[in-house]
């Protein structure tokens, strides 16, 4: 069971690194080329906007899960020191919890919300909007995975600790 | 409601809850205990980031990734050290003086911060600075990162507030300078009281090398401000023309970006930018029930209790905000408060382009001090300095930025005369 969270783990963080660089790759290239016809070419490109905007949403949705995976989510952690290490594990799985309810409501309405919208088409390249709708649920799968895996792999305590956290864990030891 | 809501969310984020989770589980909890279908939450997510000028984040962010990648704060600390390094206290000034070309290149205080303590805290007591004060100075001038643009924070209240980017970013640029200043004015100060040495002495040659070897960099700040002032582009434009620019200079000028980097660096910028935007997401179910609470109301009727003088009334947010700076992550309070302040600001004649300078500068202060000072925690935390000896050497630097607060928010024209002139 544990080879095969983390095996699945270790291929959704590589598919997710490749569509993060190529998702913000593309929105650079197509942005700047936009700009280029825009206003050098005096052609303007006018179906880029609702194509950026979805490659936009896919990224942001993508980029969170995959910031929980890297430990760059922002998250505060002050009390967390404070309190004794049996409180202090009580308060994670409370949290972990907490982030799994989350993924389960944005996965469940998320699937729901897209199947409505399914018929809908965009304004300017008439497709669905299915396209945006889906980001949130297929990416919330991603980041619940990601959350098992670290409760699996390195324990809870320290599933949802953030590098911000770490840079700063460095001052206490100094 | 409302007080559930906030309640809930206190909590979450105490038993450390990722900010953008705590968010979202308070907003659910209360839209079920409402009885409303939960369908909204979600929809609400998705359609919090579809926004086209919020694409300007991610350029923006991998501009500066690409520049810092390219080795530019070692670049700008030559020139600035040749500048001024030769004074006494120079070290001190070239801190403050790099921390604002980089706010002309970045636009997070964060990541700047990160880079520079790493620079300079070294440098500094090398040269025989104390180590409080060398992290202090560092975080302090770390602030002018998302006052001088570019800046994603002025990006994040010119969506929420339905603002000019443009205007804003030109509306940054004086009261940086007067941050900035005020830090000069601090370390002058120190210097005198504790006399601080000079570095090396000065040299044209240097200075000559130093400022060509940086100018394409330093180019970067006037291209935005440009871009801006021909009024043709938008801030999107301006961030995609930004980016460009930092790729060509890093890959066929200074050469130091290798292809093969390309892809970790880009995978970087866009989770930086999702790490923050994602919060713009899931806020989103959070502010609406605010909105459909009233929140801005009772706000409103609440402050015009204790007085009808604008003046009065924005020192008490600014009051507030300072407090509350020191408890949140400033983006999220961004989104939160800025829908509920607005229409308090409009009723009492205040610009909302001053008022965004206002608002951030005060939100940037509060992530200096504890219970949740971002920036505190990096750089002590980078620096291995303890939070004690932190706070101790930081009180000059909050004086004289609250100082800096107080003058910008009681003249507006150091925002707004700019502005009007290159509109």
Known sequence: MKTLVLWLDDRVREIEYHALWLLLA???????ATVFFRYVLGSPITWTEEFLTMLFTWMVFIGASSALSTHQHIRIDIVLRLLPPRYALAASIVAVLTCLAVFWVTIHYGLKYARTTWGDLTPMMGVTFGFYTLALPVTSMCAALHVIRACVDDGVRTALMSTIEAQAGEGDEA | MIATLLLLLLLLLLVGVPTAYALAASAIAVIWLEGIPLTIAVQRMTAGVQSFPLLAIPLFILAGT???AS??????????????????????YVNVLTNVFMSGISGSSLADCAATTRVFVPQMIKHGYDKGFSVGLTASAAVLAPIIPPSILLVIYGWQANV?????????????????TALVVTVAVMTRLRGFGRGAAFSAGKLRDAFFDASWALLMPVLIIVGFRMGIFTATEVAAIAAAYAFLVGVFVYRTLKVLELPRVF????????????IAATAAPFGWILSIG???????SFLSGFSDNPMLILLLINIILLVLGTFMETLVLIIILV???????????IDPVHFGIVMIINLVIGQLTPPLGVLMYVTCGISGTSIGQFMRAIKPFLVALIIALLAITYIPALALYPTA???
């Open chain 2, 267 to 278: 995978a970087s910028a866009a989770r930086d930018t999702s790490s923050i935007l994602v």
């Open chain 1, 26 to 32: 593309a929105i650079f290239i197509i942005l700047t």
């Open chain 2, 66 to 68: 690409l520049m810092n």
């Open chain 2, 339 to 349: 829908p509920i302040l607005l229409p308090l600001i409009e009723t009492l004649g």
């Open chain 2, 164 to 180: 000019s980017i443009g205007d804003l970013f030109v509306a940054g640029i004086a009261p940086g300078l007067v941050i900035a």
């Open chain 2, 294 to 300: 009233q929140a801005p109301q009772q706000l409103l």
């Open chain 2, 71 to 92: 080795g530019i704060s070692e670049r700008l600390f030559a020139l600035t050290g040749a500048l001024v390094g030769h004074i006494r206290g120079g070290m001190a």
């Open chain 2, 421 to 423: 002139l290159l509109r």
